[in-house]
Every structure is written in structure tokens, then in C-alpha cells.
């Protein structure tokens, strides 16, 4: 065994043993004079000293130092060693695409290793399958934190995940509306054809903006089919509006559509003030796992502030997990995306913060809507305590 970490010792920190060798042998007086037996290092064991009782005194605390320096550092040694990075298992939302850049530049720069955490990103299939995921198997994820609230509200008593950082200040559901379409003002979408799936949220809280701003339920006409038809519905004609987030208009330019000639009316800038997707975490394993969760926001913090300051940059990231996307696209998307993480409320209370205000209005809205079973309270749907601290989640210039 001693040989064994003595090996071990050498080949780390050879020139302090060798110091502390040659120290011994070149003193006489505790060498040879005053030693009624000195075992040598034999075989790589150490040796053991048995001082007569007139040895010096400031040799034998220089050997007892050094041997503590030799002890004392392998302990360390072994230790660090012994330690393995946390594992995270994280669902995103939905496919890969440029709007999830800050989570690559974390994982591909290193930040979530620097943190001692190992951290596997997955693709989703939206935010209720995300949820689902952290609540069965998954740590972490990434969801509408609306979707959280219909679910929780939902399903009483159970509580299996919690938000942990808010990403999306500014909710980004909007209506993509063509110059063609004649609309200039709220009060212009009635009579329109608008285009959406069944459990788009666009669709399923137009009762709270047309309350909003006025208008009747039943003043649009809702054409329902997948989500990746509605963009050529409306170029097509077989719809006058398209709903989604910013990122879409991406598609609409992809299919002919000049950036003059889409109009994105955002549902937050028309008196439906919620708060949009946050990153996710396992109850259970967050209180298990606090130092992990805090870490895993740190990392991403830093991607994030990397992706404000550049996202161009920060998309390469992304092109290398899914190398098939086109790039200019996907910056285009990470920069549609970008005023609804970087905003007033933001640079005030640092990226990540919620207003409790805000979140309460926001679940009073969602449980009036949608006639939830019970109402979750604030404190259960979100939790600030592992965030970092405000002076590091503070947008960057750019």
C-alpha cells in the first residue's frame, strides 16, 4: 500500500519528495548520530525514525513539516480525484434550433464542466412533453412556464417540478400578420382568418387578449391545423394570419416574405403580461442536489450573457450538434428572440428574476381562463434560491 502511494506521490509531486530526501540525508546529526534506527526507504516504503533523545529539535520539525506537506497532499490528491461531475439529464422544449444557443455555448465552452457537472442536452417535442420529462426522469428542462401553471393547476397536490430561472421576461406569443392581411391595429384583426393547432397557446389565451383590447371572442375565425402548415397556409391564402413566436417569421422569409412586409404583434405588448419559458428542475432532485442546480444556472447564465454580446457566435455552437441547419437562419431566429430576454425588467433585476407580482396577476389569469381545479401559488411554481447573484445576471452591452 505505502508503495503504492508513494508511486503515486513521485509521479505528482516528485520535487518536494526529493527535497525533503536529500534534506535527511545530508544531516548528519539526525541521519546517522542521533537516529537508534532509520530505516531507509526501501522498496518505496517510508521510513521510520526513532530520534535518541538529544536530536535536534529544528530537524525533526522540518521532517515532521514535510512529512505533513507529502501526507497532507496526497489526501488532496485522492480526493479531487475521487469526486466525479454531477450528472444532469436536460429536455428541451422542442428540436434544436438558434433560439437554444445559450445552453450549446455552456456545453460546448465548458461552462457546465467548470461547474463539475456532466450535462446531456435532449431535443423535445414542446413544453407539456418537457414538463412531463423533468417530472418522470429527467433533472432539468426547459418549458412555458404557462404550460407549468395549466399543469399544476391541473393535477392538486402534486409537485414535481419547479422554475427555477426565467428566461422568456417577455412572453413571446404573437400573431405574424402579412402586409396583405390590412391590419395596422387591433381593432383590424376582426373578420380575419387565423391559423393555429388546437393546443397552440396563441389559440388557447386569445380570450385574454381580446378582452384586452376590446374585441369579442368570436370576432376571428380560427383555422386549425399542424404547426408546420401554418406558414404556407398564409401564403397561400387559406389563412390571413399566422400565430407563433418571432422565431417564425424565419419561415415566412425562407418562403418569399420581405421583412417590411410581416408585422409580428406580440401578445405582451397588447395587455397580456406573462412571463414565457424558464428553466426547469425536478423538485426532489434540486432539494438533494442544491450546489448542482445553482452550478448548472451559473453555467448558463454565462451562455446566456455570451449570446446577448454576440449571437452570432454564440449559434456556431448550435451548428455543431445540428449541423444540417442553415446558420444565417438560426441567428436570425436567436436575434427575433432576443427582446424577449433581454428587456427593461431584465436589465432592472438581473436575467432570471421574476416580479412576484407579476407571476401572481399571471396565474390569476391562467386559472380564470382555462378553469383550473386549483389555483398554484406562486412560491410552488418558482423558486429564486438558486439563482446567481444579481451583479452577474446583468445583460451585457451589445
Known amino acids: ?43 518505496g516504503h517510508f521510513a521510520t525514525y ?24 496526497l489526501m488532496c490528491i485522492g480526493s479531487a480525484q475521487a469526486q466525479s461531475p454531477t450528472k444532469i439529464r436536460f429536455a428541451l422544449d422542442w428540436v434544436v434550433q438558434g433560439q ?19 450535462v446531456t442536452i435532449d431535443a423535445g417535442a414542446g413544453s407539456g412533453a418537457a414538463i412531463q420529462r423533468v417530472a418522470t426522469g429527467y433533472d432539468m428542462g426547459f418549458a412555458d412556464l404557462g404550460v407549468l401553471i395549466e399543469t399544476m393547476g391541473n393535477n392538486p397536490g ?11 421576461e417577455k412572453n413571446p406569443n404573437s400573431l405574424l400578420i402579412p402586409r396583405k392581411a390590412g391590419v395596422n391595429t387591433v381593432a383590424d ?19 385574454l387578449f381580446a378582452k384586452a383590447n376590446g374585441l369579442a371572442v368570436d370576432d376571428v375565425t380560427w383555422m386549425h391545423m399542424a404547426p408546420n402548415l401554418v406558414e404556407a397556409a398564409v401564403m397561400q391564402g387559406t389563412a390571413d394570419i399566422g400565430t407563433g413566436h418571432p422565431t417564425q417569421a424565419a419561415i415566412f422569409y425562407k418562403l418569399g416574405l420581405k421583412p417590411e412586409d410581416l408585422k409580428i404583434m406580440k401578445y405582451a405588448d397588447h395587455g397580456v403580461a406573462m412571463y414565457g ?3 426547469l428542475a425536478n423538485v426532489e432532485f434540486a432539494k438533494k442536489n442544491p450546489q448542482a442546480v445553482a452550478a448548472f444556472l451559473r453555467a448558463y447564465n454565462h451562455g446566456l450573457k455570451d449570446t446577448i454580446a454576440d449571437p452570432a457566435t454564440a449559434v456556431k455552437q448550435v ?36 416580479r412576484k407580482e407579476v407571476l401572481d396577476k399571471m396565474i390569476d389569469d391562467m386559472v380564470s381562463t382555462f378553469a383550473l381545479k386549483v389555483r398554484p401559488s ?12 444579481k451583479s452577474e445576471r446583468i445583460p451585457p452591452a451589445h
Open 1 to 43: 500500500m505505502h508503495s503504492t502511494i508513494l508511486d503515486y506521490y513521485h509521479a505528482h509531486t516528485g520535487l518536494a519528495m526529493r527535497f525533503m530526501l536529500t534534506w535527511v540525508r545530508r544531516s548528519d546529526v539526525c541521519y546517522r548520530a542521533h537516529c537508534t534506527r532509520a530505516d531507509r526507504f526501501s522498496n
Open 50 to 73: 526513532h530520534p535518541s533523545p538529544d536530536i535536534s529539535l529544528g530537524a525533526l520539525g522540518m521532517i515532521r513539516y514535510l512529512s505533513t506537506l507529502v501526507i497532507g497532499g
Open 100 to 118: 437554444h444557443a445559450p445552453f450549446y455555448q455552456a456545453l460546448n465552452r465548458g461552462y457546465f464542466k467548470a461547474e463539475g457537472l456532466d
Open 158 to 168: 402534486a409537485q414535481p417540478v419547479e422554475g427555477v430561472y426565467l428566461v422568456y
Open 189 to 207: 384583426l376582426k373578420g380575419k382568418r387565423l391559423g393555429a393547432p388546437t393546443t397552440s397557446p396563441i389559440f388557447r389565451l386569445w380570450p
Open 277 to 279: 419559458h424558464v428553466i
Open 319 to 354: 451548428m455543431q450538434v445540428a449541423p444540417t441547419l442553415i446558420e444565417a437562419d438560426e441567428v436570425l431566429k436567436m436575434n427575433l428572440n432576443m427582446d424577449s430576454i433581454d428587456t427593461p425588467n431584465a436589465r432592472a433585476d438581473g436575467l432570471g428574476a421574476i
Open 378 to 389: 406562486a412560491d410552488a411554481l418558482f423558486s429564486s434560491a438558486y439563482l446567481p447573484p
